[in-house]
């Protein structure tokens, strides 16, 4: 009898690239990893039709939960593990500027301020082929 040994990750973006494509509600928004390096982090949602609002337009909540995502990644980006595999966004705010209509976007999350605990997030959301910016999060997320 063989027994499987799960290895704990060893630095925060290993554990990111573990998590995500584990994460019930990232699959449910169709999101993958691109990039993760020290404080921050690239993902990408493709568009697809049961994420939009009316006609092709990307819905507000489907973005709102990029941005989430964006503040997480970034906490988590780089060589720090905490001892607890846990965390949470604390606080999060979210400025809608132009609308993505059937369009795949980016996620561009950077850690602005890192504490023992406490991370400090911003979170740009850009059209993949365009660049066009479509929001702005900023948010607070505890690790550990």
């Not at 169709?30 to 568009?47: K, N």
Request: aromatic share 4%; with cysteine; glycine share 12%.
């Amino acid at each position: 009898m063989s027994e499987t040994t799960i290895q704990a990750p060893t630095t925060g973006s290993e554990a990111m690239r573990l998590f995500l494509p584990q994460s019930p509600f990232v699959q449910h928004l169709g999101i993958e990893l691109v990039d993760i390096g020290d404080d921050h982090a690239r993902l990408r949602m493709p568009f697809r039709e049961n994420l939009v609002t009316v006609g092709e337009m990307v819905h507000g909540g489907a973005l709102a939960g990029c941005i989430d995502i964006g503040i997480m990644a970034a906490a988590w980006a780089g060589p720090r593990v905490p001892e607890k595999l846990r965390g949470v966004t604390v606080s999060m705010s979210i400025q809608f500027l132009e609308p993505a209509f059937a369009a795949d976007v980016d996620i561009v999350g950077t850690r602005v301020r890192q504490g023992r605990r406490l991370s400090s997030c911003s979170v740009d959301i850009v059209t993949t082929a365009g660049g066009t910016l479509v929001a702005r999060g900023m948010g607070t997320y505890q690790v550990g």
